[in-house]
């Protein structure tokens, strides 16, 4: 731990000094991440950073450049220990994507109540997605799961208590647009009004979200998040 919070220190002194040479810091000048760093810590270690390269900027010592630099390189270093920090462990057939785990039940084809239901029966509900990244990583692990092309996979998304609101399960809203609904007769979806309330990962069009009745038939797509 030690090591880590020193570094950023280390970094301002190495950038400053090998200004005409920064495109090779971190091949020469960037020791590995320490596994066992936490949020916390990289917040602090970044809110001090931010401090003193202000009262550097203030004082002259340090061009916008070099603070762009060092701006990039603890940018890294706080993805990096994210991406760390944030696995957990899964049960069962679950499998781990950053702080959520993910299970396509692939033969198994239920209306969206009763692929909630399976969802509860294994720890985890519908699965919903927080950002374009979470569903990146759904939609490559539902892709790689080997379901047929033409499948179709339940989601958390519904429009069940007001129709055209589309909430996830977990009562967050659900985003609007691209990368996450896709087309459906030249227009982008939810399309289906008072009979389409329930919304599904659609083969057919890249995986991408539709809106159906809640009585079809599809997979469901389970989570356990853990933030
Ligand atoms: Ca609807």
Redesign the pocket.
């Known amino acids: 731990m030690r090591l880590v919070v020193v570094f950023p220190w280390m970094v301002v002194g190495t950038v400053l000094s090998l200004e005409t040479s920064a495109g090779s810091l971190y091949d020469e000048h960037f020791p590995p991440l320490h596994p066992n760093c936490t949020q916390s810590l990289t917040d602090l270690i970044l809110l001090r950073q931010e401090v003193q390269l202000k009262e550097l900027k203030e004082e002259g010592k340090v061009s916008p450049r070099i603070l762009k630099q060092i701006v990039d390189i603890l940018t890294d270093i706080k993805n990096s220990l994210n991406r760390t920090s944030s696995k957990v462990s899964c049960p069962g057939n679950y499998i781990n994507f950053g702080d959520t785990c993910l299970y396509l039940a692939k033969d198994t084809d239920v209306t969206w109540e009763a692929s909630r239901t399976y969802c509860h029966g294994l720890g985890g509900d519908l699965a919903v997605f927080r950002d374009a990244n979470a569903f990146a990583e759904a939609l490559g692990y539902v892709k790689g799961s080997g379901i047929p092309g033409t499948a179709d996979v339940w989601v958390g998304g ?3 208590s007001l ?2 609101e ?1 909430m996830w399960v977990s009562g967050e809203d659900m985003p609007r647009g691209t990368p996450f609904w896709g087309h459906h007769n030249n227009a982008r979806e ?1 399309t ?6 329930c919304a599904f990962l659609k083969g057919q069009d890249g995986f991408t979200i539709h ?1 159906a009745p809640c009585d079809w038939k599809r997979k469901p797509l389970c989570q356990i998040k853990h933030i």
């Open positions: 519904n429009d069940l129709e055209g589309w939810p289906g009004g008072t009979s389409q309330n809106d």
